[in-house]
């Protein structure tokens, strides 16, 4: 998300190989790699920070290490900050549009 707009939306289903649907730092990882550089270039540009509140998989010591081998900036963030959420406000935008949308 950036202020010129919304990037893809990604449905996580069934995200190990093993099915066992566990969200962790590979998978993380994973959807990082194919999501991040895309959405960032046609939203942002080249220069871009990206934001990771404090989950478990956001702070593994594999998942810090991708986002320095990438050269990614982080911008720092408290672990109980919901009123600065943007993803809170993505979802409220997201239903208000269903909302609309359904007759």
Same mark, same amino acid.
């Given at each position: 998300?950036? =202020? /010129? &707009?919304? &990037?893809? #939306?990604?449905?996580? $289903?069934?995200?190990?190989?093993? *099915?066992?649907?566990?969200?962790? /730092?590979?998978?993380? *990882?994973?959807?990082? /790699?194919?999501? !991040?550089?895309?959405?960032? /270039?046609?939203? !942002? &540009?080249?220069?871009?920070?990206?934001?990771?509140?404090?989950?478990?998989?956001?702070?593994?010591?594999?998942?810090?290490? +991708?986002?320095?081998? @990438?050269? %990614?900036? !982080?911008?720092? %963030?408290?672990?109980?900050?919901?009123?600065? $959420?943007? !993803?809170?406000? =993505? +979802?409220?935008?997201? @239903?208000?549009? #269903?909302? =609309?949308?359904?007759?």
């Amino acid at each position: 998300m950036a =202020a /010129s &707009g919304m &990037g893809s #939306l990604v449905f996580i $289903n069934d995200v190990t190989v093993d *099915r066992s649907r566990t969200m962790n /730092s590979e998978v993380e *990882r994973n959807i990082l /790699s194919a999501q !991040i550089r895309p959405n960032a /270039s046609k939203l !942002i &540009g080249r220069h871009f920070i990206t934001q990771q509140d404090n989950d478990p998989k956001h702070t593994a010591r594999a998942t810090k290490g +991708f986002l320095t081998a @990438k050269k %990614w900036k !982080i911008l720092d %963030w408290l672990s109980q900050s919901p009123d600065l $959420n943007p !993803i809170e406000h =993505a +979802f409220y935008m997201l @239903k208000r549009r #269903l909302k =609309a949308e359904v007759p």
